[in-house]
């Protein structure tokens, strides 16, 4: 810039001393007119001024232009790789001896860096780390920076675990004396009551640990999937996912709290379904092993029949009803199938029709309608009549 400043003064300079060759043609003598008129002004030397000064715009145009082209250069380079001319300028400037503070005005330009790779990465799906938390307890609320979380986690999960595995450490060897005893006989005594009165309530402690850990690691899972803000997710794949991971989240991301009933009850009433099937297969599934023993060998049994029934029923009526308890009991899984797609499903269209524009303008409009067609035959345009018919919905 300094020396385009310098070029501009001696082009000054030399156009205030030049005098153009114009100005050297011979011309006439003056024409003064006396008698108190102006004097005539002189064309020659108004020509010659006028083409100095368009000479001089003329040269400036052209400095100009080059020092545009010079910067539009230089600033497409800078745009290709900005940051090596950035930090190349930067280092130049420090070992000339500029301040350091260049190095963090050029630090501070530079983007903030993304995680990169297929562990942490800042464009992975929902669904990707929904399913790594499932995987691994905790990524979720480690991928959302959510740390304070994880001692939370740790400690609830691992405390229903530790009680759940104690707890099924005293259940094991009560279940096995329990099977032992009722495979040789169902016959009701105070010993096999007391026995199974001890196993029940180990059970019961055993499934409420359980369920106590399954809730709390499930609970985690869908905290990941709420609090997911690393990419624009649409609420429609948020509340699908949730949905997908316990059934009736969706309906309580969409606040369609009055549909959480429905959906939780029919799953504990279906779940109370199978268990109590199963408990009735399994029954008369012994029942009718003993039976069909005595049957068999009736010498190895001088008391008798040993089943639950004492022989009262048949072999073929126990059998008829084991079926149908097994029956019902797989009726009632695939029921809790279709139930658990229709509340996915039900999140998901709720979801979209959150966002749905629904106008109270419920019209229908009929107006007639002239337009021109062109007709080859005819050699030109002909009128068309008709309706034009539209819908507001």
Known sequence: ??????????????????????????????????????????????????????????????????????????????????????????????RAGAEPAAETDTAALRPRPQRKGWFMSDSMSLSKVCWLSTVLPGYGQAYNKQYWKLPILYGTVGTGLALFLHENKNYRPLKRQYDA???????????????????????????????????????F????????????????????TLACIFPGAGQIYNKSYWKVPFVVGGFASLIYCIDWNNRGYQRFKKAYNLLSAYEAHPENFPDGPTDEFHGRYSASYILNLRNNFRRNRDLCIIITGALYALQ???????????????????????????????????????????FNMSLKF
């Open 181 to 219: 005893y009722t495979d040789l006989s169902l016959v009701r005594t105070p010993e096999l009551n007391a026995l199974q009165a001890r196993m029940i309530r180990s059970n019961t402690r055993r499934q409420l640990y359980l369920g106590l850990t399954i809730a709390s690691y499930v609970y």
């Open 1 to 94: 810039m300094a020396r385009i400043r310098l070029r501009l003064l001696l082009l000054l300079a030399a156009m205030a001393l030049w005098t153009p060759a114009d100005a050297q043609l011979r011309r006439g003598a003056r024409t003064v007119v006396r008698g108190g008129t102006l004097p005539r002004p002189d064309s020659l030397r108004m020509r010659a001024d006028s083409l100095a000064e368009a000479a001089f715009a003329a040269s400036l145009d052209s400095l100009l232009e080059a020092e545009f082209r010079a910067d539009s250069i230089r600033l497409t380079a800078l745009r290709t790789d900005d940051l090596t001319e950035l930090d190349s300028l930067a280092a130049a400037r420090f």
């Open 221 to 240: 899972i869908g905290d990941a999937a709420v609090n997911y803000r690393t990419n624009d997710v649409s609420h429609v794949k948020k509340a699908t």
């Open 344 to 386: 996915i499903i039900d999140a998901h269209v709720d979801a979209h029709l959150k966002d749905y524009d629904i106008s109270d303008d419920l019209s229908m409009n009929l107006e007639p309608l002239v337009d021109y067609a062109y007709v080859p035959t005819a050699g030109g345009n002909r009128p068309v009549f008709g």
